[in-house]
């Protein structure tokens, strides 16, 4: 079987959980992407295992997603098998100072069950709209803290369906990098230690990471975060600004006014623009500084 009727064939066999040509626009947070083949999003580990099992069986490509919030697919979609670990995944247990969670919780519900136990060094990630899984492979972090920080160890599913459990110091953690990037495996399952500490005290540095965000960042508008990493002693978003980039237009892609690291889609952005936008970006800030930014968000599919 290829082409159009394995999709269906998948589809039909994991009613509920898969849809055929799929648009990528409405799975990630700059509402922006291509069809996907088939998306899955499973509703429990049986329909991971079987869709893992399909994936196998046919050879077909496979992309993973989370939130899609550090994600920008490109205009004719991805073809093969679009994986979304989401709320089938989703199971949070909280014992003494160690939070477990699925790789498909939303880290304001992670930050939210470890406020209510009073487990401090879960504030950093408030105000990030990625889940668990997303968080693990992007080392997610702000405010001079990371996902690395919190991680004792996670479960992974390799391509074969088998569990495998990697440590911490297993994963090659650096600034938004793991060796998870590229690597055909799957976050299953994050296990998390933190410090106990005063509900009062986590809610106030909760708070001030909020409204720090709520006064830098274009936190209403379509976007994927900073699109560039910083480089070692700056910031992208100091170096687009000064080299003159703020405000910078290709169609309904623009630079941030709020924030120069952020590309906003003012309404029907396509991927296309916002490419000739990052490349326009990158060529101001090289002439300016002759530094080559490089790309936080993860590029996907057919441009
Ligand atoms: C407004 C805004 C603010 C942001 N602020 C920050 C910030 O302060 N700090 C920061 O670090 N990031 C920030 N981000 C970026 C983003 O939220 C994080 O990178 C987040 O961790 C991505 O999680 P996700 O679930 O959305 O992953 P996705 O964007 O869906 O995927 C990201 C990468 O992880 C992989 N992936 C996702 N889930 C899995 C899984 N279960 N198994 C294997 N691979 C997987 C994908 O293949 C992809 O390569 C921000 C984004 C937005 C829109």
Redesign the pocket.
């Known amino acids: 079987m290829d082409g159009q009727p394995i999709y269906q064939f998948i589809r039909d066999s994991l009613p509920g959980q898969a849809q055929l040509d799929e648009p990528m626009k409405f799975h990630t947070?700059w509402r922006i992407g291509g069809p996907a083949d088939v998306l899955v999003e499973p509703d429990s580990m049986e329909g991971l295992r079987l869709t893992m099992d399909l994936v196998q069986k046919y050879n077909l490509p496979l992309?993973?997603?989370?939130?899609?919030?550090?994600?920008l697919v490109c205009d004719r979609g991805i073809r093969g098998v679009v994986l979304k670990?989401g709320d089938g995944f989703s199971k949070v247990t909280v014992e003494n100072n160690k939070i477990t969670a699925g790789?498909g919780v939303k880290?304001v519900r992670l930050v939210n069950a470890a406020l209510s136990k009073g487990i401090g060094g879960f504030e950093f990630l408030a105000?990030?709209?990625?889940?668990v899984?997303?968080?693990v492979?992007?080392n997610?972090?702000?405010n001079g803290a990371a996902f690395c920080d919190i991680l004792e160890y996670v479960f992974l599913m390799d391509p074969s369906g088998k569990t495998i459990r990697r440590s911490s110091e297993e994963l090659g953690f650096d600034y938004?990098m793991s060796n998870?990037?590229g690597a055909s495996?799957?976050?299953l399952e994050a296990y998390c230690l933190g410090v106990s500490r005063e509900k009062k005290d986590i809610q106030q540095k909760i708070d001030e990471m909020l409204e720090k965000r709520k006064n830098t960042?274009p936190?209403s508008s379509a976007?994927?975060?900073?699109v560039f990493k910083n480089p070692p002693g700056t910031s992208a978003g100091f170096l687009i600004d000064q080299a003159g980039g703020k405000g910078l237009r290709v169609g309904d892609a623009m630079v941030s006014a709020v924030h120069s690291n952020f590309i906003v889609n003012l309404g029907k952005a396509t991927a296309r623009e916002v490419l000739d936008l990052i490349d326009q970006v990158k060529e101001l800030v090289i002439q300016r500084f002759g530094t080559e930014l490089t790309l936080e968000v993860?590029v996907l599919g057919e441009d």
């Open positions: 947070t992309t993973v997603i989370g939130n899609g919030s550090n994600i670990i790789a880290l105000g990030i709209p990625g889940t899984g997303g968080a492979v992007m997610a972090g702000a938004r998870l990037q495996l799957i976050v960042q936190t976007t994927a975060g900073s993860k």
